[in-house]
């Protein structure tokens, strides 16, 4: 099956910008998604693109799509602490529908 | 509540065991989905319902598993013959439909652990 990939940590000073990368194997992947996980809690969407755009920015994020090398990456700026979690990636095949295929997440720790 | 629920948020088992995991969702959302998440990994979609019916069970990893949506609403997910390596962190989400945009919005999940 589609692989999502990700680095398994990151580590950040507070105030800097961190990012965040996943490449994905499905290049009928029509949407991508960015969710954080923070321990005790389930998973929040912060937010997605569409497989047609290359950039999409709300507010502290930034989301790039280089959908020729199927990359994507998460951009915080100013990261705070209360960021310290896990981040996943996945996509969405067109063929799918429902069907999210997560990478194993990437652990950001904010120092102050 | 506005949000997904899950029952239990806790289950500890022995193996052999029959568990039953039970998930409330998002009221109107037609679109359900189970997913497990074992430690270190990434959610791993098991089934997603559209409505009462199973629109894709492709993920279900064997016949021990089995889930049930009986009125479009709250959804069981069924565990057989209960085994160590079932033992994982089982999450529920819904959505408004099954669209590329929808958004699904995940429960806290249920954390199995089968001794």
């Known amino acids: 099956g589609e692989d999502v990939e990700q680095s398994l940590f990151l580590s950040v000073r507070e105030g800097d910008s961190s990012v965040i990368n996943c490449t994905y194997t499905d290049s009928s992947s029509t949407y991508l998604y960015w969710y954080k996980q923070e321990p005790g809690a389930g998973l929040q969407l912060l937010t997605y693109i569409f497989s047609n755009m290359d950039m999409k920015q709300d507010q502290r994020l930034t989301v790039l799509l280089n959908k020729k090398d199927k990359h994507l990456s998460l951009r915080i700026a100013d990261t705070q602490t209360g960021d310290s979690a896990i981040y996943f990636c996945?996509?969405?095949?067109?063929?799918?529908?429902?069907?999210?295929?997560f990478g194993a997440g990437t652990q950001v720790v904010v120092t102050p | 509540g506005a949000g997904v629920s899950q029952t239990p948020s806790n289950k500890v088992t022995e193996k052999g065991k029959y568990v039953e995991l039970r998930c409330d969702p998002i009221s109107g959302h037609t679109a359900l989905y189970w997913y497990r998440q074992s430690l270190g990994q990434g959610p791993e979609f098991l089934i997603y319902?559209?409505?009462?019916?199973?629109?894709?069970d492709s993920g279900l990893p064997n016949d021990r598993f089995f889930a049930v949506r009986p009125e479009g609403s709250v959804s069981t997910l069924k565990i057989q013959r209960t085994e160590r390596g079932d033992s994982a962190v089982y999450l529920c989400?819904?959505?408004?439909?099954?669209?590329?945009?929808?958004?699904?919005?995940f429960g806290p999940g249920t954390r199995l652990l089968v001794l």
């Open positions: 989400a819904s959505s408004l439909s099954p669209r590329g945009g929808e958004t699904q919005y």
């Open positions: 996945a996509e969405k095949a067109t063929d799918s529908w429902g069907k999210l295929q």
């Open positions: 319902f559209q409505g009462t019916g199973a629109a894709d």
